[in-house]
């Protein structure tokens, strides 16, 4: 335990130091509140005895700076003073005081109170980590609902929630958007042949090949089975056609090799893309921006799929 003991008179402070010498593994003194400030902010002790009536900086206001500042507000501050009045004790509890003493005092009330306050501490410090973990828990959770568990991009339902905001923001600032529907070609062949759990990779290959090219700002995720989705803000029909044939390029050219088990397998695959583009005449809302990509990739896997289309 580390604790801080302010007062102007150094008597006063060698007399709690030798009360509470066993009971602190470190024990700091100052003289004056610029100290007090100074030395608590430096250590962070664990409680402050704190006298009212010092020349610089009075007690009431050095208990208002620390209880004020993050770094210091859980630490328990014990006003030690002569003054008795009332008012003077509401004045040291409204300043953010955990205690008031008043002198003189014995060294068993004083022992007790600084017991009282360390439990005291130690009880808002489990709080504040139980507050922390939920919150982190809460973050987690947050996440969760908006992830899809497999591959680790965005689910369904934020990506159609993320879509419709998109077309608004596009709306409002008169620019361009894009949606593209990815679909990996004969994805039932690579469950039959090799099993699930090898599909379930390829997929999380496919998501990686993917998110190689496009930018930060565009928004990828599941839309179900072996369907992907892309958001391309800010994109034209000429951009969202050549980043979606740089994809297809790519994943037609890659290798994904598998491990399963002590096998490992290479295996060659395809994409289909359809690709649509907002405002285009027709479109007037998510459910036909994405229709118009449904239809285009339809298109693609039609002609032969491993092609990249988009409807007129």
């Known amino acids: 335990m580390k604790i801080l003991i302010v007062d102007d008179n150094q008597d ?7 009360i509470l010498k066993d009971y602190a593994s470190e024990i700091y003194k100052a003289y004056n509140g610029s100290s007090a400030i100074k030395i608590a902010l430096n250590t962070l002790p664990d409680i402050i005895l704190l006298d009212v009536m010092m020349p610089d900086i009075d007690g009431f206001k050095v208990c208002e700076i620390l209880s004020a500042d993050p770094t210091t507000a859980t630490i328990p501050i014990i006003i030690i003073t002569a003054k008795t009045e009332i008012k003077d004790l509401e004045l040291g509890l409204d300043s953010g005081a955990y205690d008031y003493i008043k002198k003189p005092f014995q060294s068993a009330e004083l022992k007790a109170r600084v017991k009282a306050a360390l439990r005291f501490k130690k009880s808002q410090e489990s709080l504040l980590e139980a507050k922390r973990n939920l919150e982190a828990m809460n973050e987690e959770l947050a996440q969760l609902a908006i992830t899809d568990s497999l591959t680790q991009i965005y689910n369904h339902t934020f990506l159609l929630n ?8 596009t709306d409002r600032f008169s620019n361009k958007l894009a949606f593209l529907m990815i679909d990996v070609d004969f994805f039932k062949k690579i469950n039959d042949t090799y099993g699930h759990l090898v599909g379930d990779e390829v997929l999380k290959g496919v998501v990686k090949m993917i998110k190689g090219p496009i930018r930060a700002v565009d928004i990828l995720g599941r839309y179900g089975g072996e369907e992907f989705g892309l958001i391309l803000p800010g994109t034209d029909e000429t951009g969202a056609m050549t980043l979606a044939e740089k994809i297809r390029s790519n994943i037609d050219k890659q290798t994904f090799s598998i491990k399963s088990g002590d096998v ?9 893309i359809g690709v649509s583009t907002y405002p285009e005449t027709g479109v007037k809302d998510v459910k036909t921006l994405i229709k118009n990509a449904d239809d285009a990739l ?13 409807t007129s």
């Not at 006063?12 to 030798?18: A, D, P, W």
């Not at 993320?162 to 923001?169: A, D, N, V």
């Open 12 to 18: 006063s402070v060698e007399y709690i130091f030798l």
């Open 162 to 169: 993320t879509l419709k905001s998109e077309m608004t923001r």
């Open 264 to 272: 490992t397998y290479d295996i060659k695959l395809t994409v289909s």
């Open 298 to 310: 339809y298109v693609s896997k039609n002609s032969g799929r491993n092609k990249v289309y988009k």
